[in-house]
T-cell receptor
Framework: NAGVMQNPRHLVRRRGQEARLRCSPM?????VYWYRQLPEEGLKFMVY????????ESGMPKERFSAEFPKEGPSILRIQQVVRGDSAAYFC??????????FGEGSRLTVL | QQQVKQSPQSLIVQKGGIPIINCAYE??????FPWYQQFPGKGPALLIA?????SEKKEGRFTISFNKSAKQFSLHIMDSQPGDSATYFC????????????FGTGTKLQVIP
């Protein structure tokens, strides 16, 4: 059973470009979470999604950030018009419901 | 947002020592307290977890001590090894409703030979 798959693992963008990060949850998991981690800092909750629904996006900036988890395909975290402050590791986690979160290996975004 | 406060921020111990990482929470609705271990360049992985109806849980060399009245819990690593060097995150969670895990800020542990 493959784990949570995130791609790309590393992404470099110039200021003003768009970044798209993808997450395929573990098989059988319908709950997806996105967290952001700055260097030497903790995990900051961004958004929680179930298939086709955003359950909680209270941790996501109101502008430039969006997330989706379509009926088919991976969950996508989209950052428009990136700025240097968006440089971070973005982790996706999935779960079947309650209990353990299974994390991917992260996508590291660098904004030049 | 309800916080989980974690200390220390970093910790260096000799091999065989017993590092202790402490966490305190505010949200009394939390009923599940996991610890995650993260190695450099990797995602966090569940290490051990406890529910507030017990005061201690051991899994191998890892022990969680839980003090419900003080709203505090801690992780002890017995006979620590260089391979335990990682960042450790405590967290609070509640099983009622959706799962929004609140993480502590992390403790970077280094175990030197």
């Amino acid at each position: 059973n493959a784990g949570v798959m995130q791609n790309p693992r590393h992404l470099v963008r110039r200021r003003g470009q768009e970044a798209r990060l993808r997450c395929s949850p573990m098989k059988g998991h319908s709950h997806v979470y996105w967290y952001r981690q700055l260097p030497e800092e903790g995990l900051k909750f961004m958004v929680y999604l179930q298939k086709e629904n955003i359950i909680d996006e209270s941790g996501m900036p109101k502008e430039r950030f969006s997330a989706e988890f379509p009926k088919e395909g991976p969950s996508i975290l989209r950052i428009q018009q990136v700025v240097r402050g968006d440089s971070a590791a973005y982790f996706c986690a999935s779960s079947p419901g309650a209990g353990e979160l299974f994390f991917g290996e992260g996508s590291r975004l660098t904004v030049l | 947002q309800q916080q989980v406060k974690q200390s220390p921020q970093s910790l260096i111990v000799q091999k065989g020592g017993i590092p202790i990482i402490n966490c305190a929470y505010e949200n009394t609705a939390f009923d599940y307290f996991p610890w995650y271990q993260q190695f450099p360049g990797k995602g966090p992985a569940l290490l051990i977890a406890i529910r507030p109806d017990v005061s201690e849980k051991k899994e191998g060399r890892f022990t969680i001590s839980f003090n419900k009245s003080a709203k505090q819990f801690s992780l002890h690593i017995m006979d620590s090894q260089p391979g335990d060097s990682a960042t450790y995150f405590c967290a609070g969670d509640y099983s009622g409703g959706y799962q929004k895990v609140t993480f502590g800020t992390g403790t970077k542990l280094q175990v030197i030979p």
